[in-house]
């Protein structure tokens, strides 16, 4: 496949014409990935709001979200933040940037008391295993796109196939990038071609959101979506595009640095262990 050269899509509005969300193979369309949303394996993800842009994010702790970076404009107040989980709002008292990735903390007023925290990774076993992204946002399908719904938790389904593409201009080993495979090889950067269960893609509409994986037994939080590279057909996060999480396993410093005591190391400790392409960022 043909890729256009790399370009930041910054500036986006959530709430513009190019906000989309998660979308999925045909055959299980929306429906599917909202119902998959609702298994409460994946309660922690929540809604972030700040004056109308809608995204989202990943409590880790009861007072800490970890969710994007890029969402946190240069010099927004403390309080800029909503996150909506549990079927409650907490509204943040401040954040923390990370200086390495796109990674930002957002600490709350009050701790959120009903939803269990998602366990942070800290291993380097994520490449081969089948992962589910979920998100808030537009939903959609894998030969049209996103097509609306901004707001709605979704989910989908791919497998994590690297952590490293140097004809995406990612080298770093510090990402996590799946392509949204048709069953075909022309639709698909990386071996093997078949689609996952619920195969989707993370989009705009999706950043700060969360990516999950069970090794080893538990289910951890591997990733927190980051941008897109979409491919020359036209039509954006669609079958052949590729997305890039954070890959937080190589970003546990910062975050251990940030949250007092993340519930991954809590757990762990108590012995509980509870392609050219356009890159373009998500909002």
């Not at 903390?105 to 990774?121: D, K, M």
């Amino acid at each position: 496949m043909r890729f256009r050269l790399p370009l930041l899509l910054t500036i986006l509005s959530a709430t513009g014409p190019f906000s989309q969300a998660i979308v999925i193979r045909d055959d299980v369309g929306d429906s599917g990935a909202q119902t998959l949303a609702t298994s409460s394996e994946y309660a922690s993800v929540g809604k972030l709001n700040r004056a109308g842009d809608i995204t989202s994010g990943v409590l880790i702790d009861p007072l800490f979200v970890l969710t994007a970076k890029h969402l946190v404009p240069d010099g927004a107040p403390g309080n800029a933040f909503v996150f909506s989980i549990g079927g409650n709002d907490y509204t943040s008292a401040g954040y923390t940037l990370s200086g390495a990735d796109d990674l930002a903390i957002i600490r709350l007023q009050l701790p959120v008391t009903n939803v269990t925290p998602a366990l942070v990774y800290t291993g380097s076993a994520e490449v081969g295993k089948v992962a589910t992204l979920v998100g808030f946002g537009e939903g959609g399908v894998g030969t049209t796109g996103p097509a609306g719904g901004r707001g709605i938790k979704r989910a989908a389904t791919n497998l994590i196939s690297a952590t490293q593409d140097a004809g995406l201009g990612t080298t770093t080993g510090r990402m996590l990038l799946s392509d949204f495979d048709s069953g075909s090889s022309l639709d698909s950067r990386y071996f093997p071609f078949q689609q996952t269960l619920h195969e989707g893609l993370i989009a705009p509409g999706d950043s700060g959101g969360g990516t999950f994986a069970t090794i080893d037994s538990q289910l951890y939080l591997i990733g927190i979506h980051a941008l897109v590279w979409t491919d020359s057909g036209g039509i954006d996060f669609n079958y052949g595009d590729v997305g890039g999480d954070v890959r937080v396993s190589t970003a546990n410093s910062f975050i251990q640095s940030v949250v007092p005591e993340p519930s991954s190391i809590a757990c762990l400790g108590s012995g509980l262990a509870l392609f050219g392409m356009r890159r373009n960022r998500k909002r």
